[in-house]
C-alpha cells in the first residue's frame, strides 16, 4: 500500500482508485492478510478528500471478516467518505493460495446481512456481487 507521499505522486495522473479494506478490525485484516489495515484506511480517507476514489471494496469472507461485528463503526467510515459506491465481493477460493485455499465461498446469504446493517445505517450505494461461485 501506498504512502501518503507515494499517493502524492500518483494522483496528478491517477482518474480513481478501487481499494479494498478486507476487515474493519486491524487484528482481524492482519490475520487474513498478514498486514494491519492503519494505512489502507488512511489511504481510504486520502482518496476519498481528494475525489480519487472511485470505489471502496468489501470482501465478504464467511466466518473471516469482522465487518458486522463493528458495523456502526465501518458504517459511519464509509458515510464519511462521501458519495462513494461501496461493492461487497463475495469470496471465493479459486486462484488462491495458503490457508484461504480452505474458506468458505460467500453466498447471496452471507452478503445480504453486511447489505441490509449497512442500508439500515444510510449506506446506499452498494453494489452486489455479479457472480457467486
Known sequence: MLSETGW????????????????????????????????????????????????LRLLVIPGQVDYLQHIEELAAFIKGLGDVPVRLNAFHAHGVYGEAQSWASATPEDVEPLADALKVRGVSRLIFPALYL
Open 8 to 55: 502524492e505522486k500518483l494522483l496528478p495522473v491517477c482518474d480513481g482508485a478501487m481499494l479494498d479494506l478486507k476487515a474493519w478490525g486491524s487484528e482481524c485484516h492482519q490475520q487474513i492478510t498478514g498486514r494491519d489495515n492503519q494505512q489502507i484506511k488512511r489511504s481510504i480517507c486520502l482518496l476519498a478528500e481528494r475525489g480519487k476514489l472511485a470505489e
